[in-house]
C-alpha cells in the first residue's frame, strides 16, 4: 500500500531534524514540495537543503506542486474550507500520478505537523474518503515555540500556570480573559501592535534557526516598533517572513 509520511522539519534550522526524522527522509520514494513563487523559493531550497544533507544513499523523485491560492472574504472559515478541499484535490492527483501502489511519497513540514498546519488535516480527510488507498505517518518536530522559548532563554509558562496558543487573527478581538502567557503564531497583519496593554511582556522572533532570524524581548510598548521593523528587514531578506510571539502579563 502507498504510505504517505508527514515529517516535521523544525522551524528552519538542518540541525534540529530528529533521528526518527533522518529515518523518514531516507525510507521515503518521492517527496512533495510545494511551489509557492518566486517570492517563497527560499522555503523550497531550504527543504532540498535539508534532503541534501540527511539523504544517505537514496536516490528519491522530487515532485513539485502548485499550491492553490485561498480566497480572502469575510468568511474566513469559508475560505479556508474551499481552500483546504483545493488542495485536498491536488495531493489525490499527487498520491495516484505519482506514487506508485507500494511507493513511500513524504511532505516536509515546518515545525510539527500537529500545531497550526493543515497538511494533517487535509492527508486526514482523503485517507477517510477512500477514493485511493494508502496509509499514512506523523513524525513530530521541533515547533516554532519551542525554538523561541530556547532562542529566547526562558520558559513558556509560570509555575503552575497554562499556556494559551492561538494566532494573530483571534488575537486581534483582544488579549484573552484569564490567560496570563499567551503564544501567538500566524500573525501576518501585526496584530501586537493594536493591543491596549503596552504593559504587556513579549518575546518575539522570525524565520527562528535561518540566517536571517531576528529576536527582540521587552515591554510591549517599548519594542512594538522595533519589532516591525525587525519583519520587514527579514521579509526583504528572505523573501518571506514566519514569526512567532510569547506576550506575558507583567508579574504581580
Same mark, same amino acid.
Given at each position: 500500500m502507498r504510505k504517505i509520511l508527514i515529517i516535521g522539519v523544525g522551524s528552519g534550522d538542518p540541525a534540529q531534524i530528529t533521528i526518527q526524522a533522518i529515518e523518514a527522509l531516507n525510507r521515503t520514494d518521492v517527496f512533495f514540495i510545494p511551489d509557492k513563487g518566486a517570492e517563497k523559493s527560499g522555503l523550497r531550497q531550504q527543504r532540498l537543503e535539508i534532503c541534501e544533507r540527511y539523504l544517505k544513499s537514496a536516490s528519491p523523485r522530487f515532485v513539485e506542486y502548485k499550491t492553490p491560492p485561498r480566497a480572502k472574504t469575510s468568511d474566513y472559515k469559508a475560505d479556508v474550507a474551499d481552500w483546504h478541499e483545493a488542495i485536498a484535490a491536488t495531493f489525490e492527483a499527487l498520491f495516484a500520478c505519482e506514487l506508485g501502489e507500494t511507493a513511500c511519497g513524504a511532505f516536509l513540514v515546518w515545525g510539527d505537523p500537529a500545531l497550526y498546519d493543515?497538511?494533517?488535516?487535509?492527508? +486526514?480527510?482523503?485517507?477517510?474518503?477512500?477514493?485511493?488507498?494508502?496509509?499514512?505517518?506523523?513524525?513530530?518536530?521541533?515547533?516554532?515555540?519551542?525554538?523561541? &522559548?530556547?532562542?529566547?532563554?526562558?520558559?513558556?509558562?509560570?509555575?503552575?500556570?497554562?499556556?494559551?496558543?492561538?494566532?494573530?487573527?483571534?488575537?486581534? @478581538?483582544?488579549?484573552? @480573559?484569564?490567560?496570563?502567557?499567551?503564544?501567538?503564531?500566524?500573525?501576518?497583519? +501585526?496584530?501586537?501592535?493594536?493591543? +491596549?496593554? +503596552? @504593559?504587556?511582556?513579549?518575546?518575539?522572533? &522570525?524565520n527562528i534557526g535561518c540566517a536571517e532570524q531576528a529576536l527582540a524581548s521587552g515591554r510591549l510598548g517599548d519594542v512594538k516598533d522595533r519589532i516591525k521593523e525587525l519583519r520587514a528587514r527579514v521579509r526583504a531578506a528572505a523573501g518571506w517572513v514566519m514569526d512567532v510571539y510569547l506576550l506575558r502579563k507583567p508579574p504581580r
Open positions: 493543515s497538511t494533517l488535516r487535509i492527508v +486526514e480527510t482523503l485517507h477517510a474518503r477512500g477514493a485511493l488507498a494508502f496509509d499514512y505517518e506523523i513524525i513530530p518536530g521541533i515547533s516554532s515555540v519551542q525554538a523561541l &522559548a530556547a532562542q529566547h532563554k526562558i520558559a513558556l509558562n509560570r509555575i503552575g500556570e497554562p499556556v494559551h496558543i492561538t494566532t494573530g487573527r483571534k488575537l486581534r @478581538d483582544n488579549f484573552p @480573559d484569564n490567560a496570563d502567557s499567551v503564544v501567538v503564531m500566524l500573525d501576518g497583519e +501585526e496584530s501586537f501592535a493594536a493591543l +491596549e496593554d +503596552e @504593559d504587556l511582556e513579549i518575546y518575539w522572533g &522570525a
